[in-house]
């Protein structure tokens, strides 16, 4: 189960910056994390300052 990131993404950078697969990547509106890629590490969620890459 891949996380994604819900719309309280603030577009800030810290998740992409800290993902070890280089799976999240700057969105229209929100960052976007490549499911198929995502190695549920939860590395994003653990700097996110709003919370918003969750477990899908």
Known sequence: ???IINDACIS???CEAECPVECI?????KYVIDANTCIE????????PVDAPQPE
């Open 25 to 29: 990547s700057a969105g229209d509106d």
């Open 41 to 48: 590490c939860g590395s994003c969620a653990a700097v996110c």
């Open 1 to 3: 189960m891949a996380y």
């Open 12 to 14: 800030c950078g810290a």
